[in-house]
């Protein structure tokens, strides 16, 4: 199954760079990629790319916050589908950092973590935990 999911990787410097030099612009534009290219890749379908971005708007970003801790659970899902070992769950973290607004550092985590996961989602090989325990 092999979709080019590497084209979707993001330079997180430029996410960071561009969501200030917009003045917060950009992370709308950001928003909306996000969610769409994690629910079609997970095929979970909760959060909806259009109806986040008006939501945020709408709500001077308080739906943000929930929005943080779904699409933390929608990478869950997503990481599941491209067998990809799970290292952490970052729901409390992102509801955190966006209630202090940290939002910018959710979104290079975030980012960082969807590169890593755009790597694998097109690799013919599993990959392997770094644990060097094994159950016998």
């Given at each position: 199954?092999?979709?080019?999911?590497?084209?979707?990787?993001?330079?997180?410097?430029?996410?960071?760079?561009?969501?200030?030099?917009?003045?917060?612009?950009?992370?709308?534009?950001?928003?909306?990629?996000?969610?769409?290219?994690?629910?079609?890749?997970?095929?979970d379908?909760?959060?909806?790319?259009?109806?986040?971005?008006?939501?945020?708007?709408?709500?001077?970003?308080?739906?943000?916050?929930?929005?943080w801790?779904?699409i933390?659970?929608?990478?869950?899902?997503?990481?599941?589908?491209?067998?990809?070992p799970?290292?952490?769950?970052?729901?409390v973290?992102?509801?955190?950092?966006?209630?202090?607004?940290?939002?910018?550092?959710?979104?290079?985590?975030?980012?960082s973590?969807?590169n890593?996961?755009?790597?694998?989602?097109?690799?013919?090989?599993?990959?392997?935990?770094?644990?060097?325990?094994?159950?016998?």
């Amino acid at each position: 199954m092999y979709n080019n999911y590497e084209s979707k990787k993001k330079s997180i410097l430029m996410v960071i760079l561009l969501t200030i030099i917009t003045c917060g612009i950009y992370s709308f534009f950001w928003l909306y990629q996000t969610t769409q290219d994690l629910t079609e890749y997970s095929e979970d379908y909760r959060l909806s790319p259009g109806m986040s971005v008006l939501l945020t708007i709408v709500t001077c970003g308080l739906y943000q916050i929930y929005w943080w801790y779904r699409i933390a659970d929608i990478f869950i899902s997503a990481q599941d589908k491209a067998k990809f070992p799970r290292v952490n769950d970052n729901k409390v973290l992102f509801v955190v950092l966006s209630l202090f607004g940290l939002d910018i550092i959710n979104m290079a985590i975030l980012q960082s973590d969807m590169n890593h996961l755009w790597e694998v989602a097109d690799s013919p090989v599993v990959p392997q935990s770094s644990d060097d325990w094994t159950d016998y």
